[in-house]
T-cell receptor
Framework: GNSVTQMEGPVTLSEEAFLTINCTYTATGYPSLFWYVQYPGEGLQLLLKATKADDKGSNKGFEATYRKETTSFHLEKGSVQVSDSAVYFC?????????FGAGTILRVKS | DTAVSQTPKYLVTQMGNDKSIKCEQNLGHDTMYWYKQDSKKFLKIMFS???????INETVPNRFSPKSPDKAHLNLHINSLELGDSAVYFC????????????FGPGTRLLVL
């Protein structure tokens, strides 16, 4: 079946620290992979996506690379800001729906 | 200007009541979805419609009935509400099915007392 595993949070970092949120997946075929972000009290926003192996998605300083050999799509950012505090969801799309990971809470302190 | 909108934003009701949540998208998308987010933030697909036709129904109780009067609207009616229905319900849409980016509404926070 299709599933996504994310590192458990919360992740607490100081401003300007390096961020990695691990995401691995199990899927039949070659799904598209996504990172969505949910700010407090809001809906989900697409952060970045990759549709095939070795693709790198990037947006707002965040990056993730679709690694077929390790079935991973880890999220990274070189220097986090307080405004990055949110819940981050890794997801895959095997075709007609999104399958989400459990979400990782990120807290950035000034 | 809002791409995907939902009403109401908050819904507080008693057990046993019937309620509806409405969703509208102005993106010209063909496919719409309902997701449920539980208290631990876990998100799960409930339903998906493509061109007004139901294409996904993920073992959701019969008390939940989606209706899509046209491609731009997908409503969710819930009968005989139970405590366990308390959650945030998100509507989403995409251009079509098949790995497309989904755009989410702001969510409806349902609390059943």
């Amino acid at each position: 079946g299709n599933s996504v595993t994310q590192m458990e949070g919360p992740v607490t970092l100081s401003e300007e620290a390096f961020l990695t949120i691990n995401c691995t997946y199990t899927a039949t075929g070659y799904p598209s992979l996504f990172w969505y972000v949910q700010y407090p009290g809001e809906g989900l926003q697409l952060l970045l996506k990759a549709t095939k192996a070795d693709d790198k998605g990037s947006n707002k300083g965040f990056e993730a690379t679709y690694r077929k050999e390790t079935t991973s799509f880890h999220l990274e950012k070189g220097s986090v800001q307080v405004s990055d505090s949110a819940v981050y969801f890794c997801a895959l799309s095997p075709g007609n729906k999104l399958v989400f990971g459990a979400g990782t809470i990120l807290r950035v302190k000034s | 200007d809002t791409a995907v909108s939902q009403t109401p934003k908050y819904l507080v009701t008693q057990m046993g009541n019937d309620k509806s949540i409405k969703c509208e998208q102005n993106l010209g998308h063909d496919t719409m979805y309902w997701y449920k987010q539980d208290s631990k933030k876990f998100l799960k697909i409930m339903f998906s419609y493509n061109n007004k036709e139901l294409i996904i129904n993920e073992t959701v109780p019969n008390r939940f009935s989606p209706k899509s009067p046209d491609k731009a609207h997908l409503n969710l009616h819930i009968n005989s509400l139970e405590l366990g229905d308390s959650a945030v319900y998100f509507c989403a849409s995409s251009f079509r099915t098949g790995g497309e980016t989904q755009y989410f509404g702001p969510g409806t926070r349902l609390l059943v007392l």
